[in-house]
C-alpha cells in the first residue's frame, strides 16, 4: 500500500526556517510528481508547491514563491520543503501528495500531514 | 490566478440527493476532481477527470462538468457522507487551485 510519511514539523519563531520531509514507500517515487498542499486551522485546502518527477520543474504558490523550495531525493524516496523567512499565515498542516500518473493533475495519495505553527 | 468558488454549506436529509457546485471561469474546458475530507483526516479523491470515481468509492458519487460549473452530486446520502468537500482543477497559471471548501450537513 502506498505510503507518504511527512515529518518535521513544529513549533517556529517568525522569520525562522524549517524542512519538512515527506517519506515515500510502496510505489516507484522517481516516477511520479509530487506536491506539497497546506491546511490553515479551520481553513481549506491550499496548493503550496509541485516538483516533476525528476526535480527539473518546480512550481510554487504565489503565497510562498521565493521563501519555500521543494526538492527531491530518488535515490532516498523522500520530498522535501525548505520553509524560510516563516511567518504567521503560515501556521497548517502540511501534506505531501503525490501527482496521479494520469493526464490529469489530481492527488491520489496524500500523507496524514505534519503540523507547522509560527508564533513567538 | 484561478478561482473555484463553492458554497460553504449544503444540508441534506438522510437517503436525499445532495449536490455540491463548484464554479470557475470555463471551468468545464478543465478536469475537476473531488476529494472528501472528515474531521482529523487527510483528503481522499471520491472523483476525477469530472466524472470517474477511483476504486473503493461508492456508486452514490458521481461528478459532471460543463460551461463554468462542475458538480458533485450524492445520492442516497449516508449520515457517513458528511465531511468537507473540495473541488480542484489545473490551470497553465496557477497550476493547482481548489475551491475554498464546502461542508456538507447530513440531518
Known amino acids: 500500500q502506498v505510503q507518504l510519511v511527512e515529518s518535521g514539523g513544529g513549533v517556529v519563531q517568525p522569520g525562522r526556517s524549517l524542512r519538512l520531509s515527506c517519506a515515500a514507500s510502496?510505489?516507484?517515487?522517481?516516477?511520479?510528481?509530487m506536491h506539497w498542499v497546506r491546511q490553515a486551522p479551520g481553513k481549506g485546502l491550499e496548493w503550496v508547491a509541485l516538483?516533476?518527477?525528476?526535480?527539473?520543474?518546480?512550481y510554487y504558490a504565489d503565497s510562498v514563491k521565493g521563501r519555500f523550495t521543494i526538492s527531491r531525493d530518488n535515490s532516498k524516496n523522500t520530498l522535501y520543503l525548505q520553509m524560510n523567512s516563516l511567518r504567521p499565515d503560515d501556521t497548517a498542516v502540511y501534506y505531501c501528495?503525490?501527482?496521479?500518473?494520469?493526464?490529469?493533475?489530481?492527488?491520489?495519495?496524500w500523507g496524514q500531514g505534519t503540523l507547522v505553527t509560527v508564533s513567538s | 490566478s484561478y478561482e473555484l468558488t463553492q458554497p460553504p454549506s449544503v444540508s441534506v436529509s438522510p437517503g436525499q440527493t445532495a449536490s455540491i457546485t463548484c464554479s470557475g471561469d470555463k471551468l468545464g474546458d478543465k478536469y475537476a476532481c473531488w476529494y472528501q475530507q472528515k474531521p482529523g483526516q487527510s483528503p481522499v479523491v471520491v472523483i476525477y477527470?469530472?466524472?470517474k470515481r477511483p476504486s473503493g468509492i461508492p456508486e452514490r458519487f458521481s461528478g459532471s462538468n460543463s460551461g463554468n460549473t462542475a458538480t458533485l452530486t450524492i445520492s442516497g446520502t449516508q449520515a457517513m457522507d458528511e465531511a468537507d468537500y473540495y473541488c480542484q482543477a489545473w490551470d497553465s497559471s496557477t497550476h493547482v487551485a481548489f475551491g475554498g471548501g464546502t461542508k456538507l450537513t447530513v440531518l
Open positions: 510502496e510505489f516507484t517515487f522517481s516516477l511520479y510528481a
Open positions: 501528495a503525490r501527482e496521479t500518473a494520469m493526464a490529469t493533475t489530481h492527488f491520489d495519495y
Open positions: 477527470e469530472d466524472t
Open positions: 516538483i516533476s518527477y525528476d526535480g527539473t520543474k518546480k
